[in-house]
């Protein structure tokens, strides 16, 4: 027998998933722009998560974050540790040879799960932990994989995101302009971030480009570059990064299928 999600457990996960993605310290408001709840149900969904200790309130500046009792909920979850191992050496030479950081991530349900990253705290003055979970639709990591992943775990994800309500996934419920953006990526090689993300994430201050991580038969994640737009235009970026940042996206491809066995 086929049962019904409880919609009120979806919605507490939806709010606790919110928290942590603004690295764990958010308001109510933030909480709604990211889930599109309404505020009378965010509060109830936070009131649960605090009662249950995933979370805690600060009075003083009226935010929420989340408790060290969530990190029992991932204790399960290990292949992110897998294949962060086979790719850090890696990462860590390309962000010496081009001198800008690069983040790898591995699609996981809704998101790209940012796995490694060589970002530091200065220059680029923001640092993005793995455990990051990049938006499909946004980032030039997600758009990279969802344009190259297999039709059926494409479509599958798709089928997903139309019934969620949070804006992240509007672009799912626009299947025309979806697939003119997939085939435009397709036809170039590689993806960039979305212009609105970049306004809203980075004070339109960075930018990125972004390919998947695959070989003839298997589509692992993506890998991507972040770069000031001060620095450069897209066109620049896409002249003087997308030949070593598909090298070594194909580097990371082999290896990682070498690895099949320990990373499944």
């Known amino acids: 027998m086929a049962y019904q999600p409880v919609t009120a457990a979806l919605r507490v996960l939806d709010v606790l998933a ?20 309404d505020k009378a149900t965010i509060v109830r969904m936070l009131t ?26 991932s204790v399960g979850y290990n292949r992110h540790q897998a294949i962060g191992a086979v790719v850090s050496e890696d990462l860590a030479q390309f962000r010496q040879s081009i001198g800008w950081p690069s983040d790898v991530s591995i699609f996981d ?7 490694e990253t060589s970002r ?11 455990g990051y979970r990049a938006p499909m639709f946004y980032t ?23 019934k969620n309500p949070a804006p992240e996934f509007a672009f799912a419920r626009a299947p025309d302009a979806l ?12 993806a960039t971030m979305d212009e609105s993300y970049s306004r809203d994430n980075y004070e339109s201050q960075f930018f990125s480009i972004g390919v998947p991580i695959r070989t003839h038969t298997q589509v692992f994640g993506a890998m991507n570059i972040m ?6 235009t897209p066109d620049e970026a896409r002249d003087q990064f997308l030949a070593p940042l598909v090298e070594v996206a194909d580097k990371l491809a082999a290896k990682l299928e070498t690895h099949t066995g320990d990373i499944a």
């Open 48 to 73: 649960t998560l605090a009662h249950a200790g995933y979370i805690v309130r600060d009075s003083d500046s009226r935010t929420y974050h989340v408790t060290g009792k969530t990190l029992q909920l």
């Open 179 to 190: 697939e003119a953006l997939l085939e435009n990526v397709r036809a170039r090689g590689y």
């Open 109 to 115: 349900e809704d998101a790209m799960l940012v796995i």
């Open 18 to 37: 919110a928290i942590s993605k603004t690295t764990g310290n958010a308001t109510v408001g933030e909480i709604h722009r990211l889930t599109s709840l």
């Open 227 to 232: 770069y000031l737009r001060r620095a450069m």
């Open 120 to 130: 530091e705290t200065e220059p680029m003055r923001f640092f993005r932990k793995p």
């Open 140 to 162: 030039s990591l997600g758009r990279s994989y969802l344009a190259f992943c297999p039709e059926e775990e494409r479509q599958a994800f798709l089928e997903r995101a139309q």
